[in-house]
Each structure stands twice: as structure tokens, then as C-alpha cells.
């Protein structure tokens, strides 16, 4: 049975579970935003029909049948052409009918928020007819499509076009998109004279060995955080109570402690291996202290972006499954005919993937987590080394996918720990995780020590981690770090892991797990884990890069090996029997009740190669124990509310669950 938003409201306010002011018609806040659609079309000059096919009849039959929180509608692309009539900006020429207030009159009637759409440093349009508001290459020519955070755009347009549309259309709020992932080095006069004041230097940087080039990358990021502030300020004095966030900022593409006015945080996962983008972003999204959602876009493409395929909904369900389990909001964007029509298919899996949702928002939404595993995230390393101002990083940022990956599959709870948030958070944490970063820095460096001494339990991963630790931990380095190939290997035989390592001397009472130079363990065995104690805690030494290679490979052999090493350190609360690596587990808490949250990922691809098979198999009922302090009340398998039978001996629950498709929640009442 599915459950609208209605319904849900209705329900949860009559509980007493949500504020009542959710339960009225009024347009919710974003911070209580739970599910939404979002809708962009990029007006061009090419088009002839926009908004043509669009009826209040078509959007009420949407709003009804879905019961979204939320519509994000175009009203500006890339191209940089408005798809609404303005006097502040260039429309598109094409416009016969206005998309933005047919969705504004039907959203306010009942009683959804209304966000758009809108690209801002991306603007192809006013790059063309403004070469001087073009951000500059390398090369000297203007860019066709970015603009310059260091001109006078922002100010002379942009600006006015927001402020237009939302006040002629009383929007909600806006969803800025082109923003920090397209951010490029600009090479521009004002950028030139920008760089030289802060310093010294009259020549601008070209590649990372030039003088000056992480000084000129962060001049980029500073121009950036400034420009997304002077428009957040700007629709804010404006409209109060406008919420308006800048599209992937505070995700791990821009990973540093939030600081600017955004009111919530927001990105879209492209369909490429999209669960495992959803898990990093998700897990970074959490940490960051403001409201948060994750799109998933409705359809599948190659990387050219044609022939699109659109997502059955048990595909779309995985990836909010994985979203919802970190406490965010969620949403799905489809593309309207570029006349604005909106087929009934889109609306009858939207309907489908809505119902899923709404039957566990209400242990989902806003939950916190029960810290588990901790994986350390720096986004020092990506900044230093990345060689961009802002991500997608791609490879650069298979450390932390790795090793994410690596302990879900092994059944712990993971959370990702911002550098920015190590010094308050780790001590939370009875597992840590460092992978193969090449330049966590000094501070991060302290924090990490300092945790082990205090009683923690890390597992390093890498060379350059390694020969940091090495003065702190009393390590002794045996040769330097090199390219090579190693080997490991579990019962089932070996597995190369390519990289760079460093060779540590070890004591047998130290040495943890061995790797050889060639697939003959008779031979040329060396130190693949070094255990070393430190204080009131322990650490576990890999010297390489372990974590990024399980982000390429999601090997078994490299999973079986690292396991056992993990479990040393600390072993996961549940644990189900048998071997599933499919089933990601998430610990989280909501209403002083512990929530066990079991995600099954098959059928997902792991890389961009593959697509979806669009079948999730069912598990069959799994036997399962979960450690805890003492006996519960009752366990309660969600959505249903069903109690399950099992038994508290030696200090676990023993129970069996269920068979599990997508998703279901575990909620130990205390």
C-alpha cells in the first residue's frame, strides 16, 4: 500500500510526531522537505514550443498522485536563455505559454514549495554577447560558456534575473546550478590583478609546477565562496526567508566547513554508477549540520548524454534507499518534451518511488547517526593535489570510495569524517579508517595520533601515511616508497595490487598480514600490515594503497584479506550469517530508538560500464545478531511495524530477518 504526503502528515500530526504546522496547507519549509521532483529543460534559441503542452490539469495529476514536498522547475539553463518572459534577461524566443506560473499557481493551491531551477556560472548566452564577463583560458580566449567570477556578470545580471523570478513568481526558493563544479581557472585581467595583490606575482600560474599555482587555485574558491554570497545575501534581504543553496557545494566537490548563507545542501547524481556516487554524498552531506537532499536522475545515458533509458522505480528506490538511510531528503529529475508535457509513465513511477519513501520517512528523515566506522575524508589532499578548484574529482577521490566500500561490504556502519570536522568528531568513532591520502597534513596528523593515544582504534592505508606516521608511531622505514606490483592473497588465491608502497621493518609480534612480490608465498614476503600500539589505543599500518585499488576492483581477495585485520581493531554490531556483501547495514538513532538500517545493493553497478539490471533480488530470511548493552523491549521490522521474535544471550540479540528486497529498518526499542 503506498502512502501520500497527505496521508502521511495527516497521520504523523494526529501522533503527534511531526509539528503540526507540516499538517497544514501552508508551503513546507526546506528543512522539512522530505521528497520532490525536480524538472529543467535548458532553454535554448532553437526552441519553438516551450510550455506549449503544459495544463494545471497535468500538474495537478502529478501533485496528487506523487505528494511531493517540492517541484524544482527550469527557469534558467546553461545556454543561458530564461524559459520565463522577463524584463531583466534574455528569454528564450521561444516561449508560448509561462511553464513557471502554471507550476507556482497549482504547487501554492496545494500547498507545495516551488524552487527554480537556475544556472549561474554557466552562461552561454551572456559569455557570447559579453566576451568581457567571460572567464578566460589559459590560452587567452574567452570561455564560451563560463563566465568570470572576477566581472561584472553576477552583479549587472544574474542578480536581477533571480530577483525577477523570484518575486514575480513568489518562489519558495532556488536551486543554483553550474556553480562550483564548473569552476575553471580564469586567466582574465581582473583575475591577473586579483592574484598579483594577494601575491606578488605579476605572471599567472599554467600548470602546478609554475610559482604560485595553489595560491591561484584558492584565488578561485575565494571568488567563488564571494560570488555564491553576494547572491545568497541578495535574494535574502530581498525575500526573507528565501532558501536558496548553490548546487554541490559542501559535498565532497567543495570539502571544507560550511560557512556561507545557504539554506540547505543539494546535488544530482548522474546515473553513472550512481548508488556508489549517492553513498560518498550522502555520508559527506550528513556531516555538514544544514538540511540536506540527493537527486537521482530518472534516466540512464552513455557518457555523451544520448540515448537515455529511463530507471525502473525498484532502481530509483535503491538510491533513495541509500539517501533516506543517512536521514536526507530526496528527489528525481526528469525531463519534460521540450513543450513542458510530462507523460503519465514519469508520473506513475514517481508515484511508486514516493510511496517507498514515505513509508520510512518517519524513521528515516532528520536521523542521527550511532557512530560505527569512520573513514577519514581530506579535502586538503584534493586541494593540493587535484589540481582544480573544485571537484568532480574522479580517481583522485578513490581513497575514500575504496575504503567506504571496503567496510560496508565487510558489515560496519560507516560515516565519512571531514579534516575540517576531525578534531570534534573523532573520538566518537570506536573504528577509524585513513586511506591512501598523499597529503593529510600536519593537523590532520596530530588528530589522528591523538585519537589512538586516547584509546581509538585507526587502520592507515598508503606510503605517504605511512612514512607520516612513522616518527609519531616509531616505525622503521625498510626502503622508500616505489611503484611496484604487489600480492596478496586469501584461500582462494592471490590478487595484485599495484601502487605505490613503502617497506616497513616488523617484529613478528607486530606483523599483522604479510604481502609478496609474486604470486609464490614461498618467497619475498613483506610486511602488508604492521600492528603498533599507541597510548590507550592501537594502529593498524597498511603501507599501500589498499583502499583505492577496492574502489576500482570491489575485489574478494582484497576483502577477504582486509576483514580480519578490521575485526581486530573492532568487530560490527550486526553481523549476519553468511557472507553479503550486497547488504549495506547503516546505523543511525531517531526518538532515542536505535535503527538498524539494511540496504540490498544488487543489481547496482559498481562502475560507470555497467548499467542496472533492473532487478533486486530477494535475500530469503537471514539469520542475524546484534550486539548490544542490554536486552530490548522489542525489535521492530519497518515499514509494518512487525515484531520480531529472538532472543538477548551474551550480550547480542539473536533474531532472523526477513526476506529483504530494497530496504527496511531494524528499530531496537530500548
Same mark, same amino acid.
Given at each position: 500500500?503506498?502512502?501520500?504526503r ?9 501522533a ?6 507540516l499538517?497544514?496547507p ?30 494545471e ?23 543561458g536563455?530564461?524559459?520565463?518572459p ?53 590560452d ?10 572576477f ?10 534575473e ?5 518575486v ?5 526558493g ?29 605572471a ?29 545575501d ?10 536558496i ?14 560557512t ?5 545542501l ?9 548508488l ?21 536522475w ?21 538510491e533513495?534507499a541509500i ?42 528523515h ?13 579535502g ?12 568532480g ?34 573520538a ?21 595520533v ?9 587502520? @592507515? ?7 607520516? =606516521? $612513522?616518527? /609519531?608511531? &616509531?616505525?622503521? %622505514?625498510?626502503?622508500? *616508497? !616505489?611503484?611496484? @606490483? ?7 588465491? =592471490? $590478487?595484485? /595490487?599495484? &601502487?605505490?608502497? %613503502?617497506?616497513?621493518? *616488523? !617484529?613478528?609480534a ?78 543511525r ?23 542496472h ?58
Amino acid at each position: 500500500m503506498q502512502v501520500s504526503r497527505r496521508e502521511f502528515l495527516a497521520a504523523a500530526a494526529a501522533a503527534t510526531l511531526v509539528p503540526p504546522a507540516l499538517a497544514a496547507p501552508a508551503r513546507p519549509a526546506r528543512k522539512d522537505c522530505f521528497f520532490g521532483f525536480h524538472f529543467d529543460l535548458h532553454p535554448t534559441a532553437e526552441d519553438t514550443a516551450l510550455g506549449r503542452d503544459l495544463t494545471e490539469q497535468m500538474i495537478a495529476r502529478l501533485l496528487d498522485r506523487c505528494g511531493p514536498d517540492f517541484i524544482q522547475y527550469d527557469s534558467k539553463g546553461h545556454p543561458g536563455y530564461l524559459g520565463f518572459p522577463s524584463k531583466t534577461g534574455n528569454s528564450a524566443p521561444g516561449i508560448v505559454q509561462d511553464s513557471l506560473a502554471l507550476w507556482r499557481r497549482v504547487t501554492a493551491a496545494r500547498g507545495v514549495a516551488l524552487y527554480n531551477h537556475f544556472s549561474g556560472v554557466l552562461d552561454g548566452l551572456a559569455a557570447a554577447r559579453h566576451p568581457d564577463w567571460a572567464r578566460v583560458g589559459p590560452d587567452g580566449r574567452p570561455d564560451p560558456q563560463q563566465t568570470s567570477l572576477f566581472g561584472p556578470y553576477e552583479q549587472q545580471l544574474m542578480i536581477p534575473e533571480l530577483l525577477e523570478a523570484a518575486v514575480n513568481y513568489d518562489l519558495d526558493g532556488s536551486w543554483v546550478d553550474g556553480d562550483a563544479w564548473a569552476v575553471q581557472p580564469d586567466y582574465s585581467e581582473p583575475a591577473r590583478q586579483a592574484f598579483q595583490r594577494k601575491t606578488g606575482l605579476a605572471a599567472l600560474p599554467r600548470k602546478p609546477e609554475d610559482p604560485g599555482w595553489l595560491d591561484f587555485l584558492e584565488l578561485q574558491r575565494e571568488a567563488f565562496r564571494q560570488y555564491v554570497a553576494r547572491y545568497a545575501d541578495a535574494l535574502h534581504r530581498a525575500r526573507p526567508g528565501y532558501q536558496i543553496t548553490s548546487n554541490w557545494m559542501y559535498s565532497t566537490f567543495a570539502p571544507e566547513r560550511p560557512t556561507l548563507p545557504l539554506d540547505y545542501l543539494s546535488g544530482d547524481i548522474a546515473d553513472k554508477a550512481a548508488l556508489r556516487q549517492a553513498r560518498i554524498q550522502a555520508r559527506y552531506l550528513s556531516r555538514c549540520g544544514k538540511p540536506w537532499d540527493l537527486m537521482s536522475w530518472g534516466f540512464e545515458s552513455d557518457e555523451h548524454f544520448q540515448r537515455q533509458s529511463a530507471k525502473p522505480a525498484v532502481e530509483l528506490e535503491q538510491e533513495a534507499a541509500i539517501v533516506l538511510a543517512q536521514g536526507g531528503g530526496y528527489q528525481i529529475y526528469y525531463v519534460p518534451t521540450r513543450a513542458g508535457w510530462i507523460d503519465d509513465r514519469i508520473v506513475a513511477t514517481g508515484a511508486e518511488v514516493a510511496g517507498f519513501c514515505r513509508k520510512r520517512q518517519l524513521w528515516s528523515h532528520g536521523s542521527e547517526t550511532l557512530p560505527e566506522a569512520g573513514v577519514f575524508y581530506s579535502g586538503r589532499t584534493l586541494y593540493r593535489t587535484a589540481n582544480r578548484p573544485f571537484g568532480g574529482w574522479g580517481a583522485a577521490e578513490d581513497p575514500a570510495a575504496g575504503a567506504v566500500d571496503l567496510l560496508l561490504a565487510c558489515g560496519y556502519s560507516v560515516d565519512l569524517i571531514p579534516d575540517w570536522q576531525a578534531a570534534e568528531s573523532l573520538a566518537r568513532y570506536p573504528l577509524v579508517v585513513l586511506p591512501d591520502w598523499s597529503d593529510i597534513g600536519p593537523e590532520a596528523l596530530s588528530a589522528l595520533v591523538k585519537y589512538a593515544a586516547e584509546g581509538g582504534r585507526l587502520f @592507515t592505508f598508503g606510503a605517504d601515511n605511512a612514512a607520516l =606516521f $612513522a616518527p /609519531a608511531l &616509531g616505525l622503521q %622505514i625498510k626502503s622508500p *616508497a !616505489a611503484q611496484q @606490483t604487489l600480492f596478496v592473497a586469501d584461500d582462494s588465491g =592471490f $590478487a595484485e /595490487a599495484p &601502487g605505490n608502497w %613503502i617497506e616497513l621493518e *616488523a !617484529a613478528p609480534a607486530q606483523l599483522a598480514a604479510q604481502a609478496w612480490r609474486s604470486p609464490d608465498a614461498r618467497l619475498d614476503a613483506l610486511p602488508l600490515a604492521v600492528r603498533q600500539p599507541r597510548g590507550k589505543g592501537e594502529v593498524l599500518v597498511c603501507p599501500g594503497p589498499l583502499a583505492s585499488l577496492h574502489a576500482g576492483a570491489n575485489s574478494p581477495v582484497l576483502r577477504s584479506v582486509l576483514r580480519p585485520l578490521l575485526e581486530s581493531l573492532r568487530a560490527p554490531m550486526v553481523r549476519l550469517d553468511g557472507a553479503h556483501p550486497e547488504l549495506e547495514i547503516v546505523l543511525r538513532v531517531k526518538n532515542g530508538q536505535t535503527l538498524i538500517h539494511l540496504v540490498n545493493t544488487a543489481g547496482a553497478p559498481v562502475t560507470g560500464q555497467f548499467r542496472h539490471s533492473g532487478i533486486v533480488p530477494a535475500t530469503g530470511p537471514i539469520p542475524l545478531r546484534i550486539r548490544l548493552a542490554a536486552k530490548p523491549s522489542a525489535v521492530i521490522l519497518d515499514p509494518g511495524a512487525t515484531v520480531l521474535s529472538g532472543a538477548y544471550k551474551d550480550g547480542h540479540w539473536h533474531g532472523i530477518l526477513p526476506d529483504l528486497h530494497v530496504h527496511a529498518i531494524l528499530r531496537i526499542v530500548p
